[in-house]
């Protein structure tokens, strides 16, 4: 079984610097997809940024990117130049791509972390 | 851009009801899902279907718990007689199956009283 786990309960940023949350899982799958959602307080889960294992070269989405450590199974998010719209909870989630299993798809969510921009 | 689309956005139960919660997921996609969030807490997976079967179910999924796709669109989720820590947000994934894109409902808020 898959666990993934965020460390952090909350963080803080003032506007325009930058934070990185933190993401450890565990597999002893080779082949899976790594994600950071946002949930911001409407409670929609909106996709921040994907991974996928087999891909050495970090993940890059405008402001958010990742450092993915796939020997330490690590999976850290950057927020670049934080603005206020960035404040909500965080996810961390883990993807099995075992076509024809039975957990195909199936995503396994960190505990998150709750992030606050102060202006 | 498609999207699933899940109703009702909130409902409120008296213990002991049956609720339904529906969700129409987009139209080519092959493994549907069902998540919970209890409020302030991650989001657990509940039950996976493919196929017109459940796939996988969590500890979470016991007897109370039922899944159905019954017309090829809607897939619902009943709870047979709900309890209050059955409060939280049911979240609908549908994936295409050839990528592993998951697309989430916007989530119905179960409030049981």
């Known amino acids: 079984a898959q666990t993934v786990t965020q460390s952090q309960p909350e963080m803080s940023v003032q506007e325009a610097e930058t934070v990185t949350l933190s993401c450890t899982y565990d597999t002893s799958e080779s082949n899976y997809y790594l994600f950071w959602y946002k949930q911001p307080p409407s409670r929609q889960m909106i996709l921040v940024i994907r991974q996928e294992a087999y891909k050495q070269q970090n993940a890059t989405e405008n402001r958010f990117s990742v450092n993915f450590q796939k020997a330490a199974k690590s999976f850290s998010l950057k927020i670049s130049d934080s603005q206020l719209g960035d404040t909500a909870m965080y996810f961390c989630?883990?993807?099995?791509?075992?076509?024809?299993?039975?957990?195909?798809?199936?995503?396994?969510f960190g505990q998150g972390t709750i992030l606050t921009v102060h202006p | 851009e498609p999207e699933v689309t899940q109703t009702p956005s909130h409902q409120v139960t008296q213990m002991g009801q049956e609720v339904i919660l529906r969700c129409v997921p987009i139209?080519?996609?092959?493994?549907f899902y069902w998540y919970r969030q209890i409020l302030g807490q991650k989001v657990e997976f509940l039950v996976s279907f493919y196929n017109n079967e459940i796939s996988e179910k969590s500890e979470i999924f016991d007897d109370q718990f039922s899944v159905e796709r019954p017309d090829g669109s809607n897939f619902t989720l009943k709870i047979r007689s709900t309890k209050l820590e059955d409060s939280a947000m049911y979240f609908c994934?549908?994936?295409?199956?050839?990528?592993?894109?998951?697309?989430f409902g916007q989530g119905t808020r179960l409030t049981v009283v």
């Open positions: 994934v549908s994936i295409a199956g050839k990528n592993t894109e998951a697309f």
């Open positions: 139209s080519n996609h092959l493994y």
């Open positions: 989630a883990f993807m099995t791509r075992n076509a024809g299993g039975t957990s195909y798809g199936k995503l396994t």
